[in-house]
């Protein structure tokens, strides 16, 4: 599944990259949801392809899969940037 409007805060660094720190979505009842990142791993792309989660990324993009707490339990979930349109994309299971 994926959610299409995410707002992150990430921290930059002076070498141009970013670390995702904190995300929140917007649930069905209209209501912010707020997650910090516990940790993450930067993906490797080696070139443009479809990931399981059937967004199209290039080289350009930035996947970060990252550990969650919801109520207790850890999730995984994928955060996606896209930097032509400076856009965050939340992928999860």
């Not at 990259?17 to 209209?30: A, H, N, R, S, W």
């Not at 443009?48 to 290039?58: E, I, M, Q, R, S």
């Not at 990252?66 to 940037?81: E, S, T």
Request: proline residues 2%; positive net charge; aromatic residues 16%.
């Amino acid at each position: 599944m994926v959610i299409n409007k995410v707002d992150v805060i990430c921290e930059h660094k002076s070498d141009g990259t970013i670390i995702p720190i904190k995300f929140q979505i917007l649930d069905e009842d209209g209501v912010y949801q707020r997650f910090t990142i516990k940790n993450y791993r930067l993906s490797d792309i080696t070139g443009a392809y479809n990931t399981k989660d059937g967004l199209y990324v290039t080289k350009d993009t930035s996947i970060f899969e990252c550990k969650i707490d919801v109520l207790g339990y850890k999730k995984f979930v994928r955060l996606y940037f896209f930097p032509n349109n400076m856009q965050w994309k939340l992928g999860y299971d």
